[in-house]
């Protein structure tokens, strides 16, 4: 296991060769940690950084989302399932196989492919400030990391399962509702006196909105707890049109 995550990450470095993303790479005792954009907050606050930092964990999750599978089988190996009695070691672990192979295994890895593909030809678009109750989240940043897996039966399966049902939601509202970011952005530009500023950013998010809008049909995968591209300014895409307008000053 020890081998396959630093060969993993040999590949990780290979792959991110020629990118403008800053790359630290430290391999401790816990084993290889990369970080992406150090010095870039999340959401980023530059557009060109934000793009650089989406694509490159965009690629990164498209060529090693398949990591997953092993490595849920292998968290169900080691920590079994927690629903089991833990004096049942032997059972709970494999149950947490079986689990790995057949369930979290193959979820984790088409969820993160999926929105590895996403970030990765989507790199140019604008996304959501954060992924907070959005989806069910990924264990860590990366396929061959620990991190900490959340159970959708925790703490009921009812909350588990509501940020599955946002994140069909936000596909479905940006598919139907994304263009109206143009009309929404230029009302926003004409108050402040930049009226073409809010066409371009009206044209950028309207067509972000609807390319973002993929997440509906992988609602029911895991995807990145935190979103690393340059944010949108509202949480929908009418919410710019229907916001109040300032009040002039006197």
Same mark, same amino acid.
């Given at each position: ?10 590949l ?15 391999a ?29 964990r ?9 990591v997953?599978?092993?490595?849920q ?11 089991i009695? #833990? &004096? ?7 149950? =947490?196989?079986? *689990? +790995? %192979? ?6 984790? !890895? ?77 009302? #926003? &530009? ?7 500023? =809010?066409?371009? *950013? +009206? %044209? ?6 609807? !390319? ?39």
């Amino acid at each position: 296991m020890r081998n396959a995550r630093l060969l993993t990450a040999g590949l990780l470095v290979l792959s991110l060769a020629g990118c403008s993303t800053q790359v630290s790479l430290d391999a401790g005792a816990s084993g290889s940690r990369v970080t992406l954009c150090a010095d870039e907050g999340r959401p980023a606050k530059n557009v060109g950084k934000g793009m650089a930092n989406k694509f490159a964990r965009g690629f990164v999750d498209a060529v090693t989302g398949w990591v997953e599978w092993p490595m849920q089988t292998y968290k169900g190996y080691e920590h079994g399932v927690s629903f089991i009695n #833990k &004096g049942n070691g032997g059972w709970s672990k494999t149950v =947490g196989v079986l *689990k +790995g %192979l057949i369930f979290s295994g193959p979820g984790h !890895a088409i969820g993160r492919t999926g929105s590895g593909l996403g970030e990765a030809f989507g790199f140019w678009t604008a996304n959501r400030a954060d992924n907070v109750g959005v989806g069910c989240p990924l264990d860590d940043e990366f396929a061959w990391e620990e991190g900490k897996p959340v159970s959708i039966f925790e703490p009921t399966l009812a909350d588990g399962v509501k940020p599955m049902g946002w994140k069909f939601v936000h596909g479905v509202a940006n598919f139907l509702t994304g263009w109206l970011e143009i009309p929404g952005q230029i009302r #926003k &530009g004409y108050n402040k006196g930049a009226t073409g500023m =809010g066409i371009v *950013k +009206g %044209l950028w998010y309207g067509v972000s909105r609807t !390319a973002s809008s993929g997440e509906a049909v992988l609602f029911l995968f895991p995807n990145a707890k935190d979103t690393c591209g340059y944010a949108w300014e509202d949480q929908w895409g009418w919410s710019a049109l229907t916001a109040p307008a300032p009040m002039a000053k006197k």
